[in-house]
């Protein structure tokens, strides 16, 4: 049996005395396209974030390809990592932000080849060859020097995708990247992540487009307070909601 | 109208007034320990800011760190340099020796490696370097402070998510972009630099206007040598300018509306300058600065 590329157990977080993760526990096969739906403020990104360690989870245990994500444990206990382990941890984590986060002083190829040059150590020649394929495969070849305040937000969020995808990660993490796009964009950055999802990579991926979830999900999971409500394939969970809750969502964005 | 009537009556008196002593002012400008002067002053400005800077970011950057030890120490460093007169720190520095007389290297408790008399060796140049240079590093943090906090938080956490180590991040990816916000203020700290320099006459340090002094003081001739001082304050001040606003530029990769040039900027100031002191505008000059 392989490992699943995640494993989430009874993952609790709190903000202040706002607990906004109440025992989560989900598992995502290798190869798996997830999709995290549910109302804003249920959790879905905090949850997402504590997949890299970028939220420190107050209880629980992150597993990735089968290792514990962030700490080690040592006689029965658990002992936070390093900084430096954390980020080869995180190294073959992608992640994808509704904001973009492009580096604002470098160019679109600068962009893709900064971690791999300086984390990964890749000599310089190989990555930015590299970088061109990416931007090839997203469709953005004739962008490479440019800044990315002069592109859309679509052409920027879709570099964000090469620029994670540079770092030959094994899961790949979207945080709503669809929902700072103007609606005529979103198709383009979708249009990416359906490829990505068809090339076989592990995807978890927060949203509120119901139709890439229909379209690509192996499993929707919907949440609500902080907690799983209900996973399943996209025809038990979006055609055919056993909740109350979920059914109460659903009508509103459908 | 008037202002520029008034400049031109102080320009006239300026020029006929022979107490100015231009005579004076142009035998000094270029003398020996006038020069002197202006190359101490310059390697005081070049060298205690440059360990103002060092300083600023080490303590900008502990201010910052998560860990108490480390930002408690650089709020109590920031507090104490800033709250107390430069001066007052150049004279402290000064008369060490008073309190430590001998100053030794060596691990606590253990061996030395290396001991000295205190007088020998706070020579009144490295009082300076070391008063002006630490004063400056507290501004220059709170400065660099600013610089990094005005960058959004998402420029670290895409690092961070990359993989990229914290001390990495801060090298590759905040501080370039802080450097735009960061870059103004620090050129302004030069400026000051500059001028704060000529404190360090308390420690007879033979800097320019130490130079001008030891001159007036034997020749009476004290405002044909201020005049000199101010001349070459004012050059060096220019030259500073200048820089700053191309490094301003540097900062600022990919912005095709940096401005203007600094000479088409200053051939701005001169054209309206002009155009406002004729009647009639002056059309050709006007439309070519388009």
Known sequence: ?254 | MAVVMCAAVFAVSVVTNDRFRWGVVGDYLFSAPILDGVRLTLMLTVVAQALGIAVGIALAIMRLSPNPVLSRCAWVYIWFFRGTPLLVQLIFWYNLSALYPSISFGIPFGPTFFSGNANDLITPFAVAILGLGLNEGAYTAEIVRGGIAAIDRGQSEAAKALGVPPMLTLRRIVLPQAMKVIVPPIGNQTILMLKTTSLVSVLALADLLYAAQAIYARTFQTMPLLIVVSLWYLAITSVLTVGQHYLERHFSPGTTDAGPSMPRRWARTIVSVRSASTPAPAPSTAAEDR
């Open chain 1, 1 to 254: 049996m392989t490992e699943p590329a995640m494993r989430a157990e009874a993952i609790r977080k709190s903000f202040g005395s706002v607990e906004v993760l109440r025992g989560i526990d989900l598992e995502v096969a290798v190869g798996e396209v997830t999709c995290l739906v549910g109302p804003s403020g249920s959790g879905k990104t905090t949850f997402l974030r504590c997949i890299n360690h970028l939220e420190k989870i107050n209880s629980g245990r992150v597993y990735i390809h089968g290792e514990l994500l962030a700490y080690r444990e040592r006689g029965g206990r658990l002992h936070e990592m390093k900084d430096r382990d954390v980020c080869k941890q995180r190294a073959s984590i992608g992640m994808v932000f509704q904001s973009f986060n492009l580096f604002q002083h470098m160019t679109v190829l600068e962009n893709i080849v900064e971690a791999p040059v300086h984390v990964l150590r890749q000599p310089r020649d190989e990555a930015v060859d590299r970088a061109r394929r990416l931007l090839a495969r997203v469709g953005l070849s004739n962008k490479e020097s440019s800044y990315p305040r002069h592109l859309s937000g679509g052409q920027q969020q879709r570099v964000a995708i090469a620029r994670a995808l540079a770092m030959e990660p094994r899961l790949m993490l979207f945080d709503e990247p669809t929902s700072a796009l103007d609606p005529e964009l979103v198709g383009e950055v979708l249009s990416a992540m359906l490829d990505l999802a068809h090339s076989g990579m592990t995807m978890i991926v927060v949203t509120h487009e119901m139709g890439f979830a229909r379209q690509v999900a192996d499993t929707v999971v919907f949440m609500d307070a902080g907690q799983i409500v209900e996973q399943g394939s996209p025809r038990e969970v979006l055609d055919d909601p056993q909740h109350v809750r979920t059914k109460a969502f659903l009508s509103k964005v459908m």
